[in-house]
């Protein structure tokens, strides 16, 4: 009873009848919350579709979306279309649909060409200048030429070389990329644009607008120029043809489904269970800075 008596000592009384008119009150208030009123919820799926549908038709107002719902017969009001979008961030039609530049460089792969010119550091010091184009379809990579001297005859001689390669190759470009380099000069834009191709020049420090050529000197540089001591211009271009070779007939893309430039993927093998191994041999380029692998004939 001591034990008790203290215990109860702890909480005076007008705690506990204070506790209790506040449950009281809180048990009421629930008891008098008014029915939900208005239109029932969206169902789960329509709400899906109807984002879907914003998505993928980034010029269709709510209205449009609505007569779309409409025609799959699904009713629902074209006021509560305009909610759900809004709810989920996404702007009317004329904000949607206006295009990225990523989305162009996508939209317009098969007609784009990019060029870039990068530098190279020798043993001794020497700085040379690399100049190489990509097609954006197929990411093949043309390496054109490295030299010490980038003057404008050299960068306009080169650019007739890819124009014949392009037209050896068949390739139906459009416009070519570049950067506002001070070696692109009038008489290289001339050119391009004789043979029809409109020349494109990035914006000012905004290297994403080449992103694809930026990509692959960097590639270049992480796969190769970082791991190889290059002693002269001779010895660059050697190791800069054996990674084209390498980069357009082996190398996997994954923007194509891991296939090379100039090459599909084969066909799928069939494995039989008790195989213990697969006879793949590595064909090695540049002393081992690049290796390949194919099946054992």
């Known amino acids: 009873m001591d034990q008790l008596r203290r215990l109860l000592l702890l909480v005076r009384p007008d705690t506990i009848l204070r506790w209790h008119r506040n ?21 789960h799926s329509i709400r899906n579709l109807l984002l879907r549908l914003a998505r993928e038709n980034p010029t269709w107002g709510y209205r449009r979306i609505h007569g779309e719902l409409a025609a799959l017969g699904i009713k629902v009001a074209a ?7 809004k709810e989920h961030g996404i702007p009317p039609a004329p904000e949607r649909a206006s295009t990225t530049w990523a989305e162009f460089l996508r939209g317009q792969a098969d007609a784009l060409l990019a060029c870039d010119l990068f530098e190279v550091r020798t043993l001794t010091g020497a700085r040379l200048y690399v100049f190489a184009a990509i097609e954006h379809s197929s990411r093949r990579v043309r390496i054109l030429g490295a030299t010490e001297h980038p003057t404008a005859q050299w960068i306009v001689q080169l650019g ?13 470009a459009r416009y070519l990329i570049r950067d506002r380099d001070s070696k692109f000069t009038a008489a290289f834009d001339a050119l391009m644009t004789d043979t029809g191709l409109t020349v494109v020049t990035t914006g000012i420090r905004i290297p994403r607008m080449n992103s694809i050529m930026e990509r692959w000197i960097q590639t270049c540089r992480h796969e190769l120029l970082d791991r190889t001591l290059i002693w ?22 994954r923007s194509l489904g891991q296939a090379a430039p ?19 041999h590595r064909r090695d380029r540049l002393g081992g800075t690049l290796h390949e692998y194919q099946h054992a004939a």
């Not at 006021?79 to 979008?85: A, R, Y």
């Not at 007739?160 to 139906?172: E, H, I, S, V």
């Open 262 to 280: 100039l090459r599909t993927l084969p066909d799928p093998i069939a494995v039989p269970p008790q195989t213990r191994h697969l006879e793949v």
């Open 79 to 85: 006021s509560t279309v305009w909610e759900i979008l």
């Open 23 to 43: 449950l009281l009150r809180r048990h009421h208030a629930a008891a008098c919350v008014p029915k939900r009123r208005g239109r029932p919820p969206t169902v």
């Open 160 to 172: 007739r070389n890819l124009l014949m390669d392009l037209d050896d190759a068949g390739t139906k």
């Open 232 to 253: 002269n211009q001779a010895h660059l271009l050697h190791a800069l043809r054996e990674f084209e070779t390498f980069y357009n007939r082996h190398r996997p893309h």
